[in-house]
C-alpha cells in the first residue's frame, strides 16, 4: 500500500514525478526528507554571498585601517552570513521571523564590543558597523542590491566623517577635547575595587 502525500497549496507537485517533488519559488523541493534546490538559484545565492563579502569587506577594511577590533573578516563574514540566512529564510518561507533573528543575534556580537572606560564607552561605533554590515547583508540576500551597495557606501562615508567630527568636539575643561576622552575615575571607586 502506497501512503498518500499532503501536498500544501503553496508548493504545487512538480509534474512527471509522481507528486514526490514540490515546486517553490524557483527552487525544487522534496517531501519531509529534505530540499533540493537547482543548480541555478544555488549559483545566485553564490553570487549574493560573493557580493556579501565584497561589500563587509569594503565596510570592514575602514575598521582594519584604523585599528579597530571588528575589521575585514568580520564585517565580511557578518555580511556573508545575513546574506546566507535571508536567502535561506526565503526558499523557507518566514522572512520576517529570520531576519528578526539576525538583528537579535548581531546585537548581541556588538553588546560584546562595547566597554565602558572611566567615564567614556568605547565600542559603540564598531557595534553599530556590524549592525550595519548585517543589513546590508540581507538586503543581499533578499536582492536589494541597489539598498545593499548604497548602503555599504553611506556606512564606509559615515565612518570616514570621524576626521571631521572628531575636530567638531567643544575642547572640555582640560583642553584635550572632550572631558570623558581622558577621565580618571574617582579614587573612591578605585579604592572599592582594591578591597
Known amino acids: 500500500m502506497r501512503a498518500s502525500r499532503v501536498v500544501p497549496r503553496s508548493m504545487p507537485s512538480v509534474p ?10 524557483g527552487a525544487m523541493r522534496t517531501g519531509q526528507a529534505g530540499i533540493m534546490i ?5 549559483f545566485e545565492i553564490v553570487g549574493r554571498i560573493a557580493l556579501a563579502a565584497v561589500l563587509g569587506g569594503m565596510i570592514g577594511l575602514e575598521r582594519e585601517y584604523r585599528g579597530y577590533p571588528a575589521g575585514v573578516r568580520t564585517m565580511a ?11 535561506m529564510s526565503r526558499l523557507y518561507g518566514g522572512d520576517d521571523r529570520i531576519a ?16 565602558r ?10 557595534a553599530a558597523t556590524i549592525w550595519a554590515a548585517a543589513a546590508v ?9 541597489v539598498v545593499a551597495v548604497f548602503g555599504a557606501l553611506f556606512a ?12 567638531l568636539r567643544p575642547a572640555g575643561r582640560n ?4 572631558p570623558e576622552d581622558n577621565a580618571r575615575e574617582p579614587d573612591e571607586w578605585r579604592r572599592r575595587e582594591d578591597d
Open 16 to 25: 512527471g514525478t509522481g507528486g514526490i517533488l514540490f515546486a517553490a519559488r
Open 77 to 87: 563574514l557578518v555580511c556573508m552570513g545575513s546574506a546566507i540566512f535571508a536567502d
Open 137 to 145: 547583508g540581507v538586503a543581499l540576500g533578499i536582492e536589494a542590491y
Open 117 to 126: 572606560e572611566g567615564y567614556s564607552v568605547k565600542g559603540v561605533t564598531t
Open 175 to 178: 583642553g584635550l577635547g572632550d
Open 156 to 167: 564606509v562615508i559615515l565612518l570616514e566623517l570621524r576626521v571631521v567630527t572628531k575636530n
Open 38 to 42: 537547482d543548480t541555478g538559484t544555488q
Open 100 to 115: 528578526a533573528g539576525i538583528v537579535s543575534g548581531i546585537g548581541f556580537l556588538g553588546a560584546g564590543l562595547i566597554f
